[in-house]
């Protein structure tokens, strides 16, 4: 088919007609006149024996030589056995998925959680992913990411030791891959098959003090700690309460009934995400009273000391036992330990015990019955337990565990 070598003066005298019509250039390429003066580029052509049109743009921003240039590759395409329609397409399609990154996908994952998740939670699996994933995938859509190059980028994590964080982002990404697959973007999950196939964590037994004398030594100097009050009063009713320090540091004012000394953990701050009740002892709403003309601006019991809007950091509790002298003998964490050794040694019943530790129980029924009726029991055990922290005030008083009654 030979050019009929349209000029750009042809073109441009070209005017708008009552119906669209056709200026052919040849080889199939002709610039359709449309009445609202609008003007586009076609290629006509037949691939597998059926007649199409190839849109090439729209001029003037593609020129008379562009589009010659444009038909040109187009029909090399189809020498080849492509069709440039579905060619396009396709590039189209790399294009998006190109754009569909391991960590796009992710952080729109965790923003589609956000209503299942606490502010604590979220950050720290945006943090671990950020830290872990992110880099190695930085250069892979997530549609390309295979099996072996999932596990290389989390082999990174067992080399450097990080065995203890290497299960949850393993889960995390696992996580992420789902809501690909759920949402279009993937067909598979590669973290999957990957799951226990790392070394296992074996994990540290918290420091804590477990012996009765020993305990009481540490409350005596936790009573004559110089630092913050606020801290100092955190380090208390942490004794007292023996939560987890996670739940200690994220304690609001809004879950506390003084009331009826009861505080009520919700759900999404708890390990096993279910509401715990922590009743107060007397000593324990004393403590928050009289904090509460200190903090009670913030809606944080314990907040940060820079940022009132902000809860404890996290390292607070942990290096102001290490301010104590004890470095490797006891963490926040470790006040559980205390509680459950000494509370069983008193003679409480453990299944009370292992409830006021917020323990999960694997049998429905029983669960049931220790929420429902243990509460009287873990209160009067709760104000035992702080009249036995008590007794101890001074580093040189003599301690006799044998001595106190607990009737």
Sequence with gaps: MARDHLTDIKIRQAKPALKP???????????????????????????????????????????????????????????????PVADRKRQRID?????????????????????????SYRDAVQSALAANVYPPLSGYPIRSI????????????????????????????????RYAIATGRAEHDPAAPLRGTFKAHK????AAVTKAVEFAELI???????GSLITRTALLFLAYTFVRTGELREAQWSEFDFNGATWRIPAERMKMKEEHIVPLAKQSVK???????????????????RRSE????????????????????????????????????MGFDPDVVERQLAHRERNRVRAAYHRAEYIEYRREMMQSWTDYIDRYQEPSNKFDISAIDFS
């Excluded at 009273?289 to 314990?302: E, M």
């Excluded at 002298?325 to 000494?342: K, Q």
């Design 310 to 345: 902000k809860p404890m950091s996290e390292n607070t509790i942990l290096f102001s036992l290490y301010r104590l002298g004890y470095h490797g003998r006891a963490t926040g964490h470790g006040f559980r330990a205390s509680a459950s050794t000494l509370l069983n040694e």
């Design 287 to 305: 403590l928050l009273t009289d904090l509460r003309k200190l903090t009670g601006h913030s809606p944080y019991v314990f907040p940060n000391d």
């Design 203 to 206: 994990p540290k037994k918290f």
């Design 21 to 83: 019509y056709k200026l052919a250039d040849g080889l199939g390429l002709f610039l359709l006149v449309n009445p609202n003066g609008a003007r586009y580029w076609r290629l006509k052509y037949r691939f597998g024996g059926k007649e199409r049109l190839y849109a090439v743009g729209v001029y003037p921003e593609i020129g008379l030589g562009e589009a010659r240039s444009k038909v040109a590759e187009a029909r090399r395409l189809i020498r080849e056995g492509i069709d």
């Design 95 to 119: 294009v998006a998925a190109a754009a569909e990154t391991f960590q796009t996908i992710a952080e729109e994952w965790i923003a589609s959680r956000s209503g299942e998740w606490s502010p």
């Design 146 to 177: 295979t099996v072996p190059i999932m596990r290389e980028a989390l082999l990174l994590m067992e080399r450097r030791g990080a065995l203890a964080s290497l299960r949850k982002v393993r889960m995390w990404t696992s996580g992420v891959f």
């Design 220 to 226: 005596s100097r936790l009573r004559a700690y110089n």
